[in-house]
């Protein structure tokens, strides 16, 4: 058959087919694009009212003299409360300094801590499904609960670490009853509490590498750290800093063990007082509620800060 006679034997496209599918697909992305909006609205509403109000009603009260009973007459005094704030260096300075040391401390020890036993567990091994079970526990225990359980372990006569201390010759300590020793106890307690998570986010971390580097690195002649150096680390970057941000946001936020083991002010010389510690008491000890939102709203900035630092030095490290 000739190429004349196949194309007279093939039908002709309907006219105006082609419009008419344009049509067709445009309508059917608008109305996916109607769908989508329809199902992302509830979400959408449940943050306004859940994070965007209470933010917006915290900073509108951090601007009045809101003080004693909730229902009380307030006026908009401008950021007074913030300067007040700034200006305390009895408290707010010393509460945010505690913030940032308990902060820094406690998430290196957990990353260093939690990036060795991450390596150390990377290949399977006879009881590896038993030591992840023993990991979690910490995570699965509510931090009163585990506020009050080294109270028992920690407490000067009768706890069971200075029972150790004695059995191998060292003193007694005070641990949480002594103001030196409390914040440094606390960060091991929080050590001990949240390692597992970050060994576990980061074995996460190293289960997605590809092995086709680090066994090109080997072949080369590089030794143990020299691969965990210059191969593993770099590709574990971008799991590395989520970890990180994710750890350091929620031990900024630490109040529920710090205020089970010290009560409120966080101790008699407010020695483990930090920002959250310090709002709380202001608005249930001392019923200033616009001081204490003031407080709130400066440390959440400073939380913003935090996780922007981080963002942008893990973004550098992984470039």
Do not use: C
Request: proline residues 6%; hydrophobic residues 50%; glycine residues 8%.
């Amino acid at each position: 058959m000739s190429a004349a006679e196949v194309s007279r034997a093939r039908p002709a496209a309907a006219p105006g087919a082609g419009p008419a599918r344009e049509k067709r697909t445009r309508t059917f992305e608008q109305a996916n694009r109607r769908l989508k909006w329809a199902m992302l609205t509830p979400a959408l509403l449940f943050v306004g009212l859940m994070i965007v109000f209470p933010l917006a009603y915290t900073i509108d009260l951090s601007l009045t003299d809101a003080f004693g009973a909730v229902n009380a007459d307030k006026k908009h005094i401008g950021l007074r409360n913030f300067a007040d704030a700034l200006g305390d260096t009895r408290r707010f300075w010393p509460a945010a300094r505690r913030t940032l040391v308990f902060t820094v401390g406690a998430v290196i020890l957990e990353t260093v801590l939690g990036l060795a036993l991450a390596m150390l567990m990377r290949k399977p091994f006879r009881g590896m499904r038993w030591v992840r079970t023993v990991l979690i526990i910490p995570l699965l225990t509510t931090p009163v609960a585990i506020g009050i359980l080294w109270l028992l372990i920690l407490d000067p006569t009768n706890g069971i670490a200075n029972h150790l201390l004695a059995g191998i010759g060292l003193p007694r300590q005070e641990f949480l009853g002594s103001v030196g020793q409390s914040l440094p106890t606390l960060m091991l307690i929080d050590v001990w509490q949240w390692t597992p998570m970050m060994t576990l986010l980061l074995l996460a971390g190293l289960t997605t590498l590809p092995e086709e580097p680090e066994e090109a690195a080997r072949v080369d002649g590089a030794n143990a750290w020299q691969r965990f150096r210059h191969v593993v680390l770099p590709m574990l970057g971008p799991a590395l800093a989520t970890a990180l941000v994710l750890r350091a946001v929620d031990a900024l936020k630490t109040f529920d063990i710090l205020y089970a083991t010290k009560g409120p002010g966080g101790g008699s010389d407010f020695e483990v007082e930090t920002l959250n510690v310090y709002a709380y008491g202001l608005t249930f000890d001392y019923q200033e509620y616009g001081l204490a939102a003031a407080v709130l709203v400066l440390f959440t900035l400073f939380i913003v800060g935090v996780v922007v630092l981080l963002r942008r030095r893990g973004g550098r490290k992984t470039a």
